[in-house]
């Protein structure tokens, strides 16, 4: 059974930093991708980074306008794990944070669609105060 278990939310003030970790068990995603999206109350879910490995410890990320140049998404492919250090965190930035992952490869890239993804953490809530 594929699991994919988010950790690392919480409350933070405006300009502070967060990392998220997604934990991915069950099966190993080393050549899919995977990827971030976070929901905000009343909004749609949207994305908000991405990545996938191209062997060994090299991978390609991609990221939404909103959050490129404050956003890392990087990972652990022995670990299964993926993460998102937040910086500079801003109160637009609140929302319910949910990892995917891809259960078979594509050529297609960059992966910005939720319907591209086939497993999906529970969600980890980030609040950031202004």
């Known amino acids: 059974q594929v699991q994919l278990v988010e950790s690392g939310g919480g409350l933070v003030q405006a300009g502070g930093s967060l990392r998220l970790s997604c934990a991915a068990s069950?099966?190993?995603?080393?050549?899919?991708?995977m990827g971030w999206f976070r929901q905000a109350p009343g909004k749609a879910r949207e994305f908000v980074a991405t990545i996938r490995w191209n062997g060994g410890d090299t991978y390609y990320a991609d990221y939404a306008d909103s959050v490129k140049g404050r956003f890392t998404i990087s990972g652990d492919n022995a670990k299964n794990t993926v993460y998102l250090q937040m910086n500079s965190l801003k109160p637009e930035d609140t929302a319910v944070y949910y990892c995917?992952?891809?259960?078979?490869?594509?050529?297609?890239?960059?992966?910005?669609?939720?319907?591209?993804?086939?497993?999906w953490g529970q969600g980890t809530e980030v609040t950031v105060s202004s």
């Open positions: 069950g099966r190993t995603f080393s050549r899919n991708a």
């Open positions: 995917a992952a891809r259960g078979s490869s594509t050529p297609v890239w960059p992966l910005r669609v939720g319907a591209q993804y086939d497993y």
